[in-house]
T-cell receptor, first 110, second 113 residues
Framework: NAGVTQTPKFQVLKTGQSMTLQCAQD?????MSWYRQDPGMGLRLIHY???????DQGEVPNGYNVSRSTTEDFPLRLLSAAPSQTSVYFC?????????FGSGTRLTVV | KQEVTQIPAALSVPEGENLVLNCSFT??????LQWFRQDPGKGLTSLLL?????REQTSGRLNASLDKSSGRSTLYIAASQPGDSATYLC????????????FGKGTTLSVSS
């Protein structure tokens, strides 16, 4: 099925570890974004990209890096995980203003 | 700063009722508004997209309206069913690319049979 694929679905990290959350879309959308969802806070934008090689910061970018080398992939990197980064992470791709979301990665940092 | 508010936070209704979910936003400079559905532990499913120039959109038993000048949108669900039980999220798009969505915190709907 066409859509947005996120891996892994679940991950437990120790404080200070690094990891990359993967996101891939097969709809040839130019635009992609990363959000985190926390209880009581709703979804908040971390980083977004308007095309290969172009990224920008959202509302809560600290502690996260992104790059966009291809149209299909938009990985999110945590360089040194902190407990405050425990959250559910969603990747989305957009076209004509309509966003399609992946199923999410549930990350726990201990 | 754009803020999106959804009222009520939770709603319980018996099967068959028609219901309205409310969404308000503080800045009328939006490109569009989307309603999403989220089931527990799952991702977001787009229900309806209303462009800023439109007044409403319909899909099956769902109807969403947009009044940009007053900063309000409503999602109307007709003849509710237990399968409609989920959290409904409203989001406004604040850039033309659609990469920057500002979300409300959602309304959790429970429909009892």
């Amino acid at each position: 099925n066409a859509g947005v694929t996120q891996t892994p679905k679940f991950q437990v990290l120790k404080t200070g570890q690094s990891m990359t959350l993967q996101c891939a879309q097969d709809m040839n959308h130019e635009y992609m974004s990363w959000y985190r969802q926390d209880p009581g806070m709703g979804l908040r934008l971390i980083h977004y990209s308007v095309g290969a090689g172009i990224t920008d910061q959202g509302e809560v970018p600290n502690g996260y890096n992104v790059s966009r080398s291809t149209t299909e992939d938009f990985p999110l990197r945590l360089l040194s995980a902190a407990p405050s980064q425990t959250s559910v992470y969603f990747c989305a791709s957009s076209s004509r203003g309509s966003s399609t979301f992946g199923s999410g990665t549930r990350l726990t940092v201990v | 700063k754009q803020e999106v508010t959804q009222i009520p936070a939770a709603l319980s209704v018996p099967e068959g009722e028609n219901l309205v979910l409310n969404c308000s936003f503080t800045d009328s400079a939006i490109y569009n508004l989307q309603w999403f559905r989220q089931d527990p532990g799952k991702g977001l499913t787009s229900l309806l997209l209303i462009q800023s120039s439109q007044r409403e959109q319909t899909s099956g038993r769902l109807n969403a309206s947009l009044d940009k000048s007053s900063g309000r949108s409503t999602l109307y669900i007709a003849a509710s069913q237990p399968g409609d039980s989920a959290t409904y999220l409203c989001a406004v798009t604040v850039n033309q690319a659609g990469t920057a969505l500002i979300f409300g915190k959602g309304t959790t709907l429970s429909v009892s049979s």
